[in-house]
């Protein structure tokens, strides 16, 4: 095929194959690209026309891609992210007037702690344009990222789609909250003595914390295991719990009194917050402006 041979072409079937690549749904396809279930289905005939290949397989609930489709996603996806990159770069971006959709992922500590004042200053600067925040982790960002329900995440991460960009954030310690009016710092000793609260996603029972206190000979005893920090100040309020939680988490959850966070009686050590972004949108003049607020909001305050 030569370029002449393009004008035949219409781009929805490449968005459409794309996304059915991702999804290997033609249900979740149609919800993803707001389309009826028939047009998705009439644009697979299609697909299958043009590359004189059946593309997709049924196997009980999914759809697999042939391997002819999964060679034209290699080269399809980034050919879609230059095309996407060179039309965002063409468009001007006014904050002030814009009402722009931006979809954000963050992880839970990071929308309880450092959310709210970057909507502060994004409903400051850009008051038409509209939040979609999504719930992620170091497991749910690939896939968020890869199929274009987020543009952007805050989380710590591991492995990214290729295309994807990453920075660092901030570096965080962890901080030792309690409610108790005891005074003075707990030691080791009453540390692994008391009942500890930890807020896993997940459900799980340990963390990094045990991982720390195993290498000192020691074991802490978890009697409170919730999915989010927000209510965390109230279910440790009159009790003798203790949780350890991210420096900015513990900052915010001390700022409404009633908690009072120290420093851990042993050595952690630190981890990274990270920024990461669709490569597609790298140059995009909006995404870059949010991005920029992220890192003035969310990232590490002896960086501003």
Known sequence: MNRNDLRRLDLNLLIVFETLMHERSVTRAAEKLFLGQPAISAALARLRTLFDDPLFVRTGRSMEPTPRAQE??????????????????????????????????????????????????????????????????????????????????????????????????????????????????????????RPHALVSYAGDLTGFIDEELEKVGCKRHVVLAVPQFNGLASLLAETDIVASVPDYTAAALTAAGGLRAEELPLETPSFELHMAWRGAQDNDPAERWLRSRIQMFCGDPDSL
């Open 72 to 193: 034209i996603f290699a080269l399809l996806s980034p050919a879609l992210d230059s095309i996407s990159t060179a039309v965002s770069r063409a468009a001007d971006f006014d904050p002030a007037t814009s009402k722009a959709v931006f979809r954000i992922g963050l992880s839970d500590d990071v929308e309880f702690a450092l959310l709210p004042a970057l909507l502060r200053r994004l409903r400051a600067e850009a008051p038409g344009v509209v939040l979609v925040i999504r719930r992620t982790n170091y497991l749910m960002m690939p896939g968020l990222l890869a199929s274009g329900e987020i543009s952007v995440g805050v989380a710590y991460t591991e492995e990214l789609p290729a295309n994807a960009k990453r920075k660092v954030l901030r570096r965080s310690k962890a901080k030792l909250l309690r409610a108790d009016t005891v005074p003075g710092a707990l030691s080791l000793e009453d540390y692994c003595a």
